[in-house]
């Protein structure tokens, strides 16, 4: 699997492979759960549910992986949202893999599909979110699934906020995604190394209407959402400073 990643990674920065795939474990808190809910096709998703330390807290984040992924990418990340008051749903998409020490439950047991196709978990998750009565929902992407978020929030007006680690032309059709996103009114966070900006971002995040968009570019970063842990980048505080400073900045409701 190491190798693998490094292959892919020389030839594409899509998969955001590290040289280490093993999450830190994280002690669980009371009321962490795995739970299943279905996709828009019916087929059976799997996530874990990371639960906010405000009591009855309406907010939720659904968080999707990047490729080769699961809900492991989020394991160190899902305590710093349960403490700014947000209840956390990270997936195991369709199309996802065995990083972090842990396998795709959904993959495994559903069985896989391509990006476009693992569009129907996303969707399929904030039909869940809605069945659990939250009133602020926010929608977090990781690469090809941090493309999927603006399909997403273009589509579905009860998503409050998009949450953007490299996203990218990951589709077949090269300008869908920026097509996407010119269609995202509501305030997003987009994040990605400075290399990623040069290389076809930047357009993305430009095409963004939302009068409320931030760009967090920085040093030393990684690919995707892994650029928030610290033993994967040594710009994971930066991000995740610029990241808090969003949240804390969305209206009340939002």
Not at 12 to 38: N, R, Y
Not at 66 to 71: E, I, L, M, T
Not at 105 to 120: F, I, P, Q, V
Not at 194 to 215: C, H, M, N, W, Y
């Amino acid at each position: 699997m190491k190798r693998l990643c490094a292959i892919v990674a020389a030839a594409s920065s899509i998969l955001g492979c590290t040289s280490d795939s093993e999450s830190q474990k994280v002690a669980k808190p009371d009321g962490f759960k795995q739970i299943e809910f279905d996709a828009t096709d019916h087929k059976k998703v799997y996530a874990d549910f990371y639960p906010s330390t405000t009591p009855n807290s309406e907010k939720v984040i659904l968080m999707f992986h990047q490729a080769g992924s699961n809900a492991g990418e989020y394991e160190t990340i899902e305590p710093v949202m349960a403490d700014l008051g947000y209840n956390c749903i990270a997936l195991d998409q369709r199309s996802g893999g065995d990083m972090w020490g842990r396998s795709n439950r959904t993959a495994t047991k559903s069985g896989t599909g391509n990006y476009l196709a693992a569009y129907k978990d996303l969707a399929g998750a904030v039909d869940y979110a809605h069945s659990k009565n939250y009133t602020t929902i926010i929608a977090w992407g990781s690469s090809y699934s941090s493309s999927l978020v603006f399909k997403l929030a273009s589509e579905d007006s009860t998503i409050k906020a998009v949450i953007s680690f490299s996203p990218g032309e990951y589709m077949d059709d090269k300008s869908i995604v920026q097509k996407w996103a010119s269609k995202v009114t509501v305030p997003v966070f987009f994040a990605c190394t400075p290399d990623e900006l040069t290389d076809g971002r930047q357009q993305i995040f430009d095409a963004i209407p939302s009068d409320t968009k931030v760009l967090a570019s920085f040093p030393d970063g990684v690919h995707g959402s892994s650029t928030l842990i610290p033993d994967k980048s040594k710009a994971a505080s930066r991000y995740m400073d610029k990241l808090k400073a969003f949240l804390a900045a969305l209206k009340p409701g939002s």
